[in-house]
């Protein structure tokens, strides 16, 4: 067994794993404890993460930057992406942040760690962001975003894209409504993992278990480098 995570949280619930190198980065529900991302890794070479000081709180919702941890993380060129499951609190706006530990501590400690690059605002109107399932990047940090909005047909994805390369998505004509429910004849339908993929197949080539099972590619490759511990 590569890693145990119930010896460093007995009420953990994992729900996605993102290798970069050798460090992975896994998003954790944890039952009644603060939802978390751990950071693990084989630093003594024995072939498992499971010994002391192997896995690291790399944050966890009751941080003071106002990070996110929900259901899904992705890693992209400039940092791990972390977004909104969901929060129905008064006033809280759904938000995707750019974490990079640029001082090497092993943990996100610094406000400038803990960029946001986007929020639920610069949807178009008539669109929510009620529950976030899952979030991919693609080539040049593009990201796609798959949201659920509760009601029948309120089921989309986004593509956010960095046209000026300033590093965030808070521009004109940078968000873009890539599918509904509605549309692309009900293809987009509670969409859950996504991916970015070389070429994408067209829907009608697609299983209906695939589709049942919330599987969507999007054109594009995906390139991971992060800053090491």
């Known amino acids: 067994m590569w890693l145990d995570l119930t010896a460093v949280s007995t009420v953990s619930s994992a729900f996605e794993i993102e290798f970069v190198d050798d460090v992975a980065f896994i998003v954790d529900q944890n039952g009644g404890a603060a939802d978390t991302i751990w950071s693990a890794e084989d630093l003594n070479d024995d072939g ?28 992209g060129a400039l940092g791990l992406y972390v977004t909104d499951w969901f929060d129905f609190t008064a006033g809280h706006v759904d938000s995707i942040f750019c974490l990079v530990d640029l001082n090497g501590s092993g943990v996100i400690d610094d406000a400038l760690e803990a960029i946001q690059v986007w929020n639920e605002a ?63 004849g009900g293809f987009v339908d509670r969409a859950r993992a996504v991916a970015f993929i070389a070429q994408a197949p067209e829907p009608a080539t697609l299983t209906p278990a695939a589709m049942g099972m919330g599987l969507l590619a999007m054109v594009g490759s995906a390139r991971r480098v992060l800053p090491s511990r």
Do not use: H, K, Q
């Not at 993460?49 to 993380?73: H, K, S």
């Open 48 to 75: 498992n993460a499971n010994d002391p000081g192997e896995v690291t709180t790399f944050i966890d919702d009751t941080n003071a930057f106002g990070v996110p941890v929900g259901l899904t993380i992705a890693a």
């Open 122 to 184: 610069f949807l178009p109107a008539g669109f929510l962001f009620d529950v976030g399932f899952g979030l991919a990047v693609g080539p040049n940090d593009d990201l796609m975003l798959a949201l659920n909005a509760g009601a029948d047909g309120g089921c989309w994805m986004v593509r956010l894209n960095d046209l000026n390369s300033d590093g965030d998505y808070f521009d004109d004509g940078e968000t873009f409504i890539w599918g509904t429910a509605e549309g692309l």
